[in-house]
């Protein structure tokens, strides 16, 4: 394997190579460092040369700069690792990181110069797996509305659950109910090949019942075993359209004898204001039900500020991609502070999904945020497992809360 150093400082190029050279490329796996002054010589050489697995390039070169050198990578398909050097702000930095990852790139990290010998190193560290070549994965699953018509005949659509959990207690406060196809040929398939094909055929509001009729089944089991939980179901843009909406949820929550106040509708924000005068009919009604309304992935969409205002929302959930990360990211940082302090003026609970690590879970404590969900709590879930998750999780809320306590110094 080869690593590709482009810049158009000669200077630049030779302290870099040095600093890799220092750290002992051979028994990483590399045989020689090649340099380039100029992002097209430097494509010259990744055409004609495929043991090139490690490239790093400067972005502010002056006859082709980073970003253009990053669209004829994906012109290529260079599958090795790519490390972005520059001496411009960070903010820069990103969005060109953030454009490499858009074009499918293995961006293994992005450096301001100077570039300090601890950098390199933790990107070395890095680059053995990603010198491997991609695994072939399968084709994508492909299905018609016939076989989804079918699905819901057999019964072969179910829910997972997700927890969801209070940021001061730890406590379990409710789930969402994610609905998955346990298809009898290829296992199960996530709702990402089958629920857009719903939608643009007609039959989401078949798959919108099914979904809630087995949620409200298992809450009500949960409820009974003294479980005080909320549920969490995903509503289709043509049920907060239809005006007889509210009635027919109420009649499916008295057959499954839950009362209304423990569920919640949670509806993507950019799903919204197709129709606003139904819609604040429908989801007005609702909340009279005593339902509660969540605005979901909010952040996300474009009319975000007015339907805060004009619609009966009593929660924010914020989106994945302003939460995780955002401990160590100043501009998501001030997305989520922004988003939670919004919420807080306008009185509504808050809910961060994405949480994956323990400094995603410690951030939003700090920064006041009501409830978390997300892979460090607990994966989705068959709802035949969530008993035995609520026991563990006890234990585990515990060392969690004492944790915290001892951080603030209580």
């Known amino acids: 394997m080869k690593i590709l150093l482009i810049d158009d400082d000669p200077f630049a190029l030779k302290l870099l190579s040095i600093q890799l050279r220092a750290f002992g490329l051979e028994r990483r796996g590399f045989v020689e460092v090649v340099c380039s002054q100029s992002g097209r010589a430097a494509l010259e050489i990744l055409e004609q040369d495929p043991r090139i697995t490690l490239v790093f390039c400067d972005l502010q070169m002056p006859e082709m700069d980073g970003v253009e050198f990053v669209r004829h990578l994906d012109r290529l398909g260079y599958a090795g690792g790519l490390v972005l050097i520059s001496g411009e702000t960070p903010r820069t930095r990103q969005a060109v990181e953030q454009l490499a990852r858009a074009h499918g790139l293995n961006v293994l990290g992005t450096l301001g110069k100077p570039v300090s010998p601890e950098s390199l190193l933790q990107v070395l560290d890095a680059t053995i797996p990603a010198a491997k070549p991609p695994r072939t994965s399968p084709p994508e699953p492909t ?20 927890p969801k959990v209070d940021l001061v207690t730890g406590r379990v406060v409710g789930v969402e109910a994610l ?46 075993a003294g479980y005080q939980l909320d549920m969490a179901v995903n509503v289709s843009l043509g049920s907060v359209s239809s005006l007889d909406y509210p009635d027919f949820l109420a009649e499916q929550a008295h057959q499954a004898k839950v009362p209304l106040r423990h569920l919640i509708l949670e509806i993507t924000e950019s799903r919204l204001m197709d129709n606003p005068q139904v819609q604040l009919d429908v989801l007005t009604r609702l909340r009279l039900k005593q339902v509660k309304l969540s605005i979901d992935d909010f952040g996300t969409g474009y009319s975000g500020l007015t339907q805060l205002r004009h619609l009966p929302f009593d929660e924010l959930k914020i989106d994945r991609s302003f939460v995780h990360g955002s401990a160590r990211d100043p501009a998501l940082r001030a997305i989520l502070d922004a988003s939670l302090g919004l919420a807080r003026e306008l009185g509504l609970r808050t809910v961060a999904e994405g949480v994956e690590n323990q400094a995603d879970w410690q951030l939003l404590q700090a920064a006041g945020c009501n409830m978390a969900q997300g892979y460090f709590i607990a994966r989705p879930m068959p709802g035949a497992r969530m008993d035995d998750w609520l026991a563990d999780w006890e234990a585990r809320r515990r060392v969690l809360v004492d944790e915290t306590l001892s951080t603030n110094g209580r």
């Open 179 to 224: 609905v998955r196809w346990q298809h009898p040929h290829d296992g199960l398939v996530m709702p990402c090949h089958f629920v857009p094909m719903s939608e643009e055929h007609g039959l989401v509001g078949y798959l919108g019942v099914e979904v809630m009729r087995e949620a409200l089944r298992d809450l009500r089991r949960w409820l009974d």
């Open 143 to 162: 299905y018609t509305p016939a076989d989804l018509q079918l699905a819901l005949q057999h019964g072969e659509l179910l829910n997972h659950y997700q």
